[in-house]
């Protein structure tokens, strides 16, 4: 059987960190043991640009600098965790990834599209996520749950409600543009009726997978 790189994908406070966590559960009751890793992170450079990027304590950081910065992450990354763990036939759980660039800095701060994907082919060439799973909610439903977080916001939580609407708009594009690859999935449902409709999608993966 042969490795899928699966991503999760969102505005902050639609519960995927915990929808990761029910996953790669699931995957291990069907005995696979995945790989779960994060963007930005996944390797100890990347994880320092994460801290850069997000710690508002660091001052402003502008949008141009901001997409660089992440996508010399996921250079990182990819190069050392993601294109090697699917040489070996492994199951990648990741926790955003091109996806979050196009929705955060394209549709949320007005970074051009050309740019975005340029960085992409640099970054990661010929490399796609196999299902991308959206977990969707009202950006007024999420900024409530971000701000209950008071001062432990980092500097993308901190954002407004706005930012995350226009966020969201473009997840919603995507899913449009691309409905093989990607998902949506309601994330103001109950988490368990949420973990339910991810274990079907990964189901259905896994029995790809083995054809």
Known sequence: MTGRFITFEGVEGVGKSTQIAHAAEHLRSRGIEPLVTREPGGTALAEKLRVLVLDPLHGPVGATAELLILFAARASHV????????????????DRFTDTSEAYQGGGRGVKPAWIRQLAEIAHPGLAPDLTLVFDAPAAVTHARLSGRGAGQDRI?????AFFERVRTAYLAIAVREPRRVRI????LPAEAVA???????????????H
Do not use: N, Q
């Open 196 to 210: 339910s409709e991810v274990a079907s999608l990964l189901d259905a993966a896994l029995a790809a997978a083995r």
């Open 157 to 161: 939580e901190a954002e407004d409600a």
């Open 185 to 188: 999935i309601d994330a103001t």
């Open 79 to 94: 190069a050392e965790v993601i294109r090697p763990a699917l040489a070996e036939g492994r199951w990648i759980l990741c």
